[in-house]
Structures are given as structure tokens and as C-alpha cells.
């Protein structure tokens, strides 16, 4: 759609006067610096003005087919730009660059069918490839050649590797696998791009030499022919059917009849079948094979970040606009936004948006360091990043979730339009929060780190930083409440740590009644999910706010005020939401809490005149954003009559079915 431009809507204009601080200082806190700024602009300027981003009808009012073929087109131009002018202005074959995903958003409402691709298949070339694999099949990725996916989830398996079906069985006799679907249930299913666009695909499959099962391993597949894009004799393959969102991603299911695929490719970085088929195993760690889901947790981390911040803007801007109800007799409506219970749906939005951007950044780091530390035959940091990974890509998507359904409800009746472009972004990060491992399954894998650092720490070992409260807390130290940053980040380990400690003291209690330690450790899963919860909230709050100070050292103090003001913000509302916890296993009282609800409802209004503004600085150009709520200018009911107007229904004013169905009934002829 081509953007009407309007004059700014004067309620926005007016907010937009108030504000204290330089919107474009914290523009580039964000970006990582004025020159990073400069450069994301660059590529956006370069992507809106190719003329790609344009829709003939607005992209829900297209039938499934139409929105997939769409997608497809935007993708292979998208893709084409990139490997020249965008490559051009970022000077490198750099796909992490975060403004090119920012920018893909102004293309896919939805979702690209390459999304996959970029997201799974290169990055598994990059982590499981032999440097010899690497050469064959990376330049022929990046290059768009061959276009892949990830086929690892079931019919009948996602969560659970181990029970995956499929099975590629090695022949020595002319040195190939032969992949195979022994049931119903071992259908690949879900895999992005699988149902109608790759044409090769990395698969999971169990692995059999010389009569031996070694697990699941990774293959490369060729599943169609490169130029008639048909399925390989022996290859099974479509789409799955309509889902929640996800709509333009042909997600797919994949099976097997005896597929033989050459012995080199078995992706072998860390296993190998030799030709004889001996097996060897990985020397290092036995779970490196599931790296590239641990690199797309800790993208999704970022991901739950950006889109709750598309989401806030759009709520913030219309709650600006919105005027509803009175507060007075005979006092003029006022907007929304001015309503307490407004700001308290919204502003945690803002404040949960920059804690989360920077505890991604934070994380992309950690697992750049752990795999350098991999690079140099050190896996030791390996354990912490995968806990880490795992409750933060939990948490955080959940979370974003649940506040950007709420900024929908803080939109009335037009969050409910698909042009609000709200249900779009929530459908998208909903599914953030079961796919990559669901939000259940982490906080478990996070639990049994938890578990392990209490009894390494019981045993006088030390543990790694992110647990040492659990080594302060068993050493005896008690938790005396504080209302200050510092104080209420100690407050929220020692809930941690409290409740670590009764896991482990339940699962003990239950083996010395007899149970076996599987039995102990189910029954108390419920506990331990919500031991690694808690634990997640205190590296969120504590990376937030020792990202905040570092980053703020220089800024102005307007900044730093605003910055820190969202903090606060964020720190008052977790220990509101917490009090139970707060109160069981730290030293606060009833008087705290009220003081901490008195402060909550201060900050609210102290925000309030820079709400405007604060979403501004996440700099959501309108075309990222697809709004008719959301759009700079704040021309909200234009917008809608705008979207009504254009929509294919009103093409003609008697529809066919009139005349068809409703005129015979309402003659008695039906
Ligand atoms: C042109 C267009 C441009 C468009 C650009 C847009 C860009 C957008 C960017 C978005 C980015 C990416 C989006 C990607 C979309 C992805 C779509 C979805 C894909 C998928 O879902 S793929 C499938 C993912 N599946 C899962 O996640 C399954 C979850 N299950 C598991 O991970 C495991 O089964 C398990 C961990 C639950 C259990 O595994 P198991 O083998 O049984 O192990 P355990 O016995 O439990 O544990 C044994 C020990 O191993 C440790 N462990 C487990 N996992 C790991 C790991 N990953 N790393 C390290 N260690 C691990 C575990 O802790 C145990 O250790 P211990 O014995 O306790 O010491
Ligand atoms: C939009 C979307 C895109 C996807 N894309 C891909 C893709 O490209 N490639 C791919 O391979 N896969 C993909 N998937 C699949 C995805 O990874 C899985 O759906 C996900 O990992 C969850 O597994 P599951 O469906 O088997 O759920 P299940 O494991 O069946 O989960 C169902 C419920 O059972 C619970 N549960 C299961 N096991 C346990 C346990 N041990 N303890 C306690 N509770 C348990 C879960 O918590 C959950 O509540 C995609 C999924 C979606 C929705």
C-alpha cells in the first residue's frame, strides 16, 4: 500500500512537545552508536525506495495462494537487493545486521517463505559443516543457489530428539545414506519453506552403522530438482495446511521411501561415518549437534524485543490520539493515555521492550564468546549458555506475548482489525514461544543447570556467575530488602535461590520415600519450572540494569533520568507481581510493598509526558510498523476509513450472494 501522507494529527504533535529528552540520543544507544544509526537509515532509505514493499491489495484480503506467491516475489527481489546495493552500504556479507531484519518487516507483514533459509539452513552450514562441506554448500547458500530449511519436528516428535523416527541408514557398499520414513508419525512436519519453495533441506534423523544406532544427526538433502522444482523420485512432500500465522511460510511435511543421498552428506563437523562405516563420535560434547537451535534462541530473544516494541508504538500513538469517556462532568473527553490503568497496560511495554533488547545484546555476546572459547576446544562455558538460552528465549517470548495481546486490549476494538497490524505481530510471537523449544521444556533444561549449581556449590565448587547467589544464599547470607536497583535484584535471587533450594530439598525428600530420582524429579516439576523462572527474572533485571548504567555513562542527563525512570519502572512492577514470592523468601514488609505501589503510580505519571516520545526513539519507520493505528502522524480514523474503502468487499455494492441466497429466502423461493 502506498502511505497517504496527512498532516500530523495535533493530540500527537502536542505529546511530542513534551518531551524532555533527545529522542535521537537513545536512537542510538539502541543502534550501538550515531554511525550505526546512520547506516540502518541508509538500508531503509534503499529498501523503500526499491518499490518492493508495495502491495496492489492489502496483503489480508489476498487468498492464501496469493499471499505465498507474494511472499515468494518479495523474497527473491528482497534477496537480490541484498547481494547488491545493501551489501554494498554494509560493506560485508552480514545477514546478523540487525536493520536488514528490521527492514524485512516492511516487506512481510507476515512471514518470508526464505525465513529459514537465512534463519536455520545457513547457520546449520556454518555450525555442523566439515570445512570441506563448508566450501561446497556455503557460497552456494549465501548465494541463493540452493534454498534450505530445517526438518527436524515430527508428526509424531518435536520436543523430544531422541524419539525422532526417521532414520538414515548407512550402505558401505556404495558409500550412501538411505533415508527413510518408517511410519506415519515420522513425517517431517512443520519445517518453514519446506511445503512449496526449498529445494534442499538439513534433516534430523536417527543414525545406523554397521547395525548400530548412533542417534540423531544432521543431512543435507537435495529434495527437488533445481530446475523444475519437482520432488525427487522417492521424496514425499507438501504443505501442512492454514495455521494460526505463519500464513506465507509454506511450512511443510517431508517423507522418505529408501532416499539415498552420498555419504559426505552427513554433516560432520563433530561426528563422522567413515567410508567403512565406522562411526566417530564427537570428541568434545555430545550436544553439539543441537547448536543452531541454541542460535535461534538467543535470536528469538531479540525478536520478542522488537516486536513488542512495534506492538507499544502502535498502542502508545493510538492511546495519544483516542479520545473516550470523561473524567469529570462536562469535561472534554480525554485521551486514553491519560487514564492510570492506561499507562500501567503500556508502560511496562516500553520498559519490557529495552530490557529485553538489552539482555539480548547481552546474550548475542555471551554466545559469541562461547563460541570462540568452542573454536579453541573449549566447551566448558557450553552448560551456562544453553541455561541461559533456554529461560530467556522462554521468558522473553512469553512475555512479549502476553504484552502485546495487551497492547491490543489497550486498543479497544481497532486492536482487533488486522490493519492495526496487532494480531499479525501477536500471532507471530505466540508461536515464538512453542517453536525452538517450548516454553515448558526450557525452563526445564534451564532447572537442571540450577539444580546441578546448588549441589556444586553445596560441595564448595565454584559455579558461574550468573548462579553465585546460589553459593551467597548457601553460605548463609540473609536477604534484607532494599528499595534501590542493587537491593531489589538481590531480593529476586534470594527468591531464586529459595526456591532452587526446595526443589532440591523435594526431589531429596522424595527419594528418601522411596521414589527413584526420574519419580522425584517429575513430581516437582511443576516447582522447577518456576524455580528457573525466577531465576530468569533475576538475570533480566540485573542485565538491565547494569546495561542501562553502562550505556547511559555519557548521555545526557535528561536521558539518563528517562532511561533510569523505566528501570524503576520495571524493577516496582516485579516486585508488585512478586510480592508472594518477595515476601516468603526476602525480609520485605507490608510497608515496602506500599511504598514500592506508591513509587509504581508516581513513575507512571512522571513517564506519562515523554510516552510519546519513548516510542518514537524505538525509530519504527511507519512502513515497518503496517499500521492504521500506529503511523507517525497519529491519523488514525482516516487510516481505518481508508483500509474500509479500499477493502475488496466494497468493489461493488450488491454482492452476488444477494441475489443467489438472501433474496429467494427472503421471498420464500429458497
Ligand atoms: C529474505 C527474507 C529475510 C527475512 C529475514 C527475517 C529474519 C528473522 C529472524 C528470525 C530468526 C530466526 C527464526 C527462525 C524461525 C524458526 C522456526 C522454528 C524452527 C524450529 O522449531 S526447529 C525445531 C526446534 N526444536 C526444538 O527446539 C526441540 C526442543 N527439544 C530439545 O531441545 C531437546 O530434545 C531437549 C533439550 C528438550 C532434550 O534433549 P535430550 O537429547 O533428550 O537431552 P537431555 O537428556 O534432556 O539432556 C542431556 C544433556 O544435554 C544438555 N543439552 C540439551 N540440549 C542442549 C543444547 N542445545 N546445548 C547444550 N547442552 C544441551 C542438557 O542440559 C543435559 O545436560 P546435563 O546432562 O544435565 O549436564
Ligand atoms: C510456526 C511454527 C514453525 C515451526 N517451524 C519448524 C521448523 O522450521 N522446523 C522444525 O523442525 N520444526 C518447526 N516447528 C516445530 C516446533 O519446533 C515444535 O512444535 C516445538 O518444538 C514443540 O514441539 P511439539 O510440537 O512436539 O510439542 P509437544 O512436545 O507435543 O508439546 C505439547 C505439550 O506437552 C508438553 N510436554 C511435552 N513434553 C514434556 C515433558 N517432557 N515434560 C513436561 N511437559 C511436556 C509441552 O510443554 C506442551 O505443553 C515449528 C512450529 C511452529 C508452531
Same mark, same amino acid.
Given at each position: 500500500?502506498?502511505?497517504?501522507?496527512?498532516?500530523?494529527?495535533?493530540?500527537?504533535?502536542?505529546?511530542?512537545?513534551?518531551?524532555?529528552?533527545?529522542?535521537?540520543?537513545?536512537?542510538?544507544?539502541?543502534?550501538?552508536?550515531?554511525?550505526?544509526?546512520?547506516?540502518?537509515?541508509?538500508?531503509?532509505?534503499?529498501?523503500?525506495?526499491?518499490?518492493?514493499?508495495?502491495?496492489?491489495?492489502?496483503?489480508?484480503?489476498?487468498?492464501?495462494?496469493?499471499?505465498?506467491?507474494? =511472499?515468494?516475489?518479495?523474497?527473491?527481489?528482497?534477496?537480490?537487493?541484498?547481494?547488491?546495493?545493501?551489501? #554494498?552500504?554494509?560493506?560485508?556479507?552480514?545477514?546478523?545486521?540487525?536493520?536488514?531484519?528490521?527492514?524485512?518487516?516492511?516487506?512481510?507483514?507476515?512471514?518470508?517463505?526464505?525465513?529459514?533459509?537465512?534463519?536455520?539452513?545457513?547457520?546449520?552450514?556454518?555450525? %555442523?559443516?566439515?570445512?570441506?562441506?563448508?566450501?561446497?554448500?556455503?557460497?552456494?547458500?549465501?548465494?541463493?543457489?540452493?534454498?534450505?530449511?530445517?526438518?527436524?519436528?515430527?508428526?509424531?516428535?518435536?520436543?523430544?530428539?531422541?524419539?525422532?523416527?526417521?532414520?538414515?541408514?548407512?550402505?558401505?557398499?556404495?558409500? #550412501?545414506?538411505?533415508?527413510? +520414513?518408517?511410519?506415519?508419525?515420522?513425517?517431517?512436519?512443520?519445517?518453514?519453506?519446506?511445503?512449496?519453495?526449498?529445494?534442499?533441506?538439513?534433516?534430523?534423523?536417527?543414525?545406523?552403522?554397521?547395525?548400530?544406532?548412533?542417534?540423531? *544427526?544432521?543431512?543435507?538433502?537435495?529434495?527437488?530438482?533445481?530446475?523444475?522444482?519437482?520432488?525427487?523420485?522417492?521424496?514425499?512432500?507438501?504443505?501442512?495446511?492454514?495455521?494460526?500465522?505463519?500464513?506465507?511460510?509454506?511450512?511443510?511435511?517431508?517423507?522418505?521411501?529408501?532416499?539415498?543421498?552420498?555419504?559426505?552428506?552427513?554433516?560432520?563437523?563433530?561426528?563422522?561415518?567413515?567410508?567403512?562405516?565406522?562411526?566417530?563420535?564427537?570428541?568434545?560434547?555430545?550436544?553439539?549437534?543441537?547448536?543452531?537451535?541454541?542460535?535461534?534462541?538467543?535470536?528469538?530473544?531479540?525478536?520478542?524485543?522488537?516486536?513488542?516494541?512495534?506492538?507499544?508504538?502502535? =498502542?502508545?500513538?493510538?492511546?495519544?490520539?483516542?479520545?473516550?469517556?470523561?473524567?469529570?462532568?462536562?469535561?472534554?473527553?480525554?485521551?486514553?493515555?491519560?487514564?492510570?490503568? %492506561?499507562?500501567?497496560?503500556?508502560?511496562?511495554?516500553?520498559?519490557?521492550? *529495552?530490557?529485553?533488547?538489552?539482555?539480548?545484546?547481552?546474550?548475542?555476546?555471551?554466545?559469541?564468546?562461547?563460541?570462540?572459547?568452542?573454536?579453541?576446544?573449549?566447551?566448558?562455558?557450553?552448560?551456562?549458555?544453553?541455561?541461559?538460552?533456554?529461560?530467556?528465549?522462554?521468558?522473553?517470548?512469553?512475555?512479549?506475548?502476553?504484552?502485546?495481546? %495487551?497492547?491490543?486490549?489497550?486498543?479497544?476494538?481497532?486492536?482487533?482489525?488486522?490493519?492495526?497490524?496487532?494480531? /499479525?505481530?501477536?500471532?507471530?510471537?505466540?508461536?515464538?514461544?512453542?517453536?525452538?523449544?517450548? /516454553?515448558?521444556?526450557?525452563?526445564?533444561?534451564?532447572?537442571?543447570?540450577?539444580?546441578?549449581?546448588?549441589?556444586?556449590?553445596?560441595?564448595?565448587?565454584?559455579?558461574?556467575?550468573?548462579?553465585?547467589?546460589?553459593?551467597?544464599?548457601?553460605?548463609?547470607?540473609?536477604?534484607?530488602?532494599?528499595? +534501590?536497583?542493587?537491593?531489589?535484584?538481590?531480593?529476586?535471587?534470594?527468591?531464586?535461590?529459595?526456591?532452587?533450594?526446595?526443589?532440591?530439598?523435594?526431589?531429596?525428600?522424595?527419594?528418601?520415600?522411596?521414589?527413584?530420582?526420574?519419580?522425584?524429579?517429575?513430581?516437582?516439576?511443576?516447582?522447577?519450572?518456576? =524455580?528457573?523462572?525466577?531465576?530468569?527474572?533475576?538475570?533480566?533485571?540485573?542485565?538491565?540494569?547494569?546495561?542501562?548504567?553502562?550505556?547511559?555513562?555519557?548521555?545526557?542527563?535528561?536521558?539518563?533520568?528517562?532511561? *533510569?525512570?523505566?528501570?524503576?519502572?520495571?524493577?516496582? /512492577?516485579?516486585?508488585?507481581?512478586?510480592?508472594?514470592?518477595?515476601?516468603?523468601?526476602?525480609?520485605?514488609?507490608?510497608?515496602?510493598?506500599?511504598?514500592?505501589?506508591?513509587?509504581? #503510580?508516581?513513575?507512571?505519571?512522571?513517564?506519562?509526558?515523554?510516552?510519546?516520545?519513548?516510542?518514537?526513539?524505538?525509530?519504527?519507520?511507519?512502513?515497518?510498523?503496517?499500521?492504521?493505528?500506529?503511523?507517525?502522524?497519529?491519523?488514525?480514523?482516516?487510516?481505518?476509513?481508508?483500509?474500509?474503502?479500499?477493502?475488496?468487499?466494497?468493489?461493488?455494492?450488491?454482492? %452476488?450472494?444477494?441475489?443467489?441466497?438472501?433474496?429467494?429466502?427472503?421471498?420464500?423461493?429458497?
Amino acid at each position: 500500500m502506498v502511505l497517504k501522507k496527512y498532516n500530523i494529527n495535533p493530540d500527537l504533535a502536542l505529546e511530542r512537545q513534551k518531551c524532555t529528552f533527545d529522542i535521537e540520543e537513545i536512537i542510538n544507544i539502541f543502534d550501538g552508536g550515531k554511525e550505526k544509526t546512520s547506516q540502518r537509515r541508509k538500508i531503509e532509505d534503499v529498501v523503500l525506495k526499491s518499490g518492493l514493499c508495495h502491495d496492489d491489495v492489502p496483503e489480508e484480503c489476498m487468498s492464501l495462494k496469493e499471499r505465498y506467491e507474494n =511472499a515468494v516475489r518479495k523474497s527473491c527481489f528482497f534477496s537480490k537487493l541484498m547481494k547488491t546495493e545493501l551489501q #554494498e552500504i554494509t560493506g560485508i556479507e552480514d545477514f546478523e545486521t540487525p536493520a536488514i531484519r528490521r527492514i524485512a518487516d516492511a516487506l512481510f507483514k507476515d512471514i518470508s517463505p526464505f525465513l529459514l533459509h537465512l534463519g536455520m539452513f545457513v547457520p546449520t552450514i556454518i555450525g %555442523q559443516c566439515t570445512s570441506e562441506q563448508l566450501m561446497i554448500w556455503l557460497p552456494k547458500a549465501l548465494d541463493l543457489q540452493i534454498i534450505g530449511g530445517y526438518a527436524q519436528t515430527e508428526l509424531g516428535h518435536g520436543t523430544f530428539i531422541r524419539g525422532l523416527e526417521t532414520t538414515a541408514t548407512y550402505d558401505a557398499d556404495t558409500e #550412501e545414506f538411505v533415508l527413510h +520414513t518408517p511410519t506415519l508419525t515420522a513425517h517431517k512436519w512443520w519445517a518453514g519453506g519446506l511445503g512449496k519453495t526449498i529445494n534442499h533441506c538439513i534433516v534430523v534423523a536417527q543414525l545406523y552403522t554397521k547395525g548400530v544406532c548412533y542417534g540423531t *544427526h544432521l543431512f543435507m538433502v537435495q529434495i527437488r530438482d533445481l530446475d523444475t522444482h519437482m520432488p525427487l523420485p522417492g521424496i514425499k512432500v507438501g504443505e501442512i495446511g492454514p495455521r494460526m500465522g505463519f500464513s506465507s511460510a509454506d511450512n511443510g511435511f517431508l517423507g522418505f521411501n529408501n532416499f539415498r543421498i552420498p555419504r559426505n552428506n552427513m554433516l560432520m563437523k563433530h561426528a563422522q561415518v567413515q567410508k567403512d562405516g565406522t562411526y566417530v563420535k564427537p570428541a568434545r560434547h555430545g550436544k553439539l549437534t543441537y547448536q543452531t537451535m541454541v542460535f535461534v534462541r538467543v535470536t528469538l530473544v531479540n525478536e520478542a524485543a522488537f516486536n513488542l516494541s512495534k506492538a507499544v508504538t502502535i =498502542a502508545v500513538r493510538y492511546s495519544a490520539v483516542r479520545r473516550q469517556s470523561e473524567m469529570r462532568p462536562n469535561e472534554p473527553e480525554p485521551q486514553i493515555l491519560d487514564y492510570p490503568t %492506561q499507562q500501567h497496560k503500556l508502560f511496562i511495554g516500553i520498559a519490557t521492550a *529495552h530490557a529485553f533488547q538489552l539482555t539480548a545484546n547481552w546474550l548475542w555476546n555471551t554466545f559469541k564468546s562461547v563460541l570462540s572459547d568452542m573454536k579453541k576446544g573449549d566447551v566448558g562455558t557450553l552448560p551456562e549458555l544453553h541455561a541461559l538460552s533456554s529461560c530467556l528465549k522462554a521468558v522473553c517470548t512469553s512475555d512479549a506475548a502476553l504484552l502485546i495481546e %495487551q497492547c491490543r486490549y489497550a486498543c479497544g476494538g481497532h486492536g482487533y482489525m488486522l490493519s492495526s497490524n496487532l494480531p /499479525y505481530i501477536y500471532s507471530f510471537v505466540a508461536a515464538t514461544r512453542t517453536y525452538e523449544g517450548d /516454553y515448558t521444556i526450557l525452563l526445564l533444561q534451564t532447572a537442571r543447570f540450577l539444580v546441578k549449581a546448588w549441589e556444586q556449590a553445596e560441595a564448595g565448587k565454584t559455579v558461574t556467575p550468573t548462579v553465585s547467589y546460589i553459593s551467597r544464599s548457601l553460605k548463609g547470607e540473609k536477604n534484607s530488602w532494599r528499595s +534501590t536497583d542493587e537491593g531489589i535484584i538481590k531480593s529476586f535471587q534470594a527468591v531464586a535461590a529459595g526456591k532452587i533450594a526446595l526443589c532440591v530439598k523435594s526431589i531429596r525428600d522424595r527419594m528418601k520415600s522411596g521414589l527413584d530420582y526420574e519419580d522425584a524429579w517429575l513430581l516437582t516439576t511443576v516447582q522447577l519450572v518456576d =524455580a528457573a523462572e525466577a531465576h530468569c527474572r533475576s538475570v533480566i533485571l540485573e542485565t538491565y540494569c547494569n546495561e542501562v548504567r553502562r550505556l547511559t555513562k555519557s548521555s545526557s542527563d535528561n536521558v539518563k533520568i528517562v532511561m *533510569h525512570q523505566l528501570v524503576t519502572l520495571y524493577l516496582s /512492577y516485579w516486585t508488585l507481581q512478586r510480592t508472594g514470592d518477595l515476601l516468603r523468601y526476602s525480609s520485605i514488609s507490608e510497608k515496602d510493598i506500599d511504598f514500592m505501589q506508591r513509587q509504581y #503510580e508516581e513513575l507512571l505519571q512522571h513517564i506519562r509526558p515523554n510516552a510519546v516520545a519513548l516510542v518514537d526513539a524505538f525509530d519504527l519507520r511507519d512502513e515497518i510498523l503496517h499500521s492504521s493505528l500506529g503511523a507517525y502522524d497519529g491519523r488514525v480514523y482516516e487510516r481505518l476509513m481508508e483500509q474500509a474503502e479500499n477493502n475488496p468487499m466494497n468493489a461493488e455494492p450488491v454482492n %452476488q450472494s444477494f441475489h443467489k441466497y438472501i433474496k429467494p429466502l427472503l421471498q420464500g423461493k429458497l
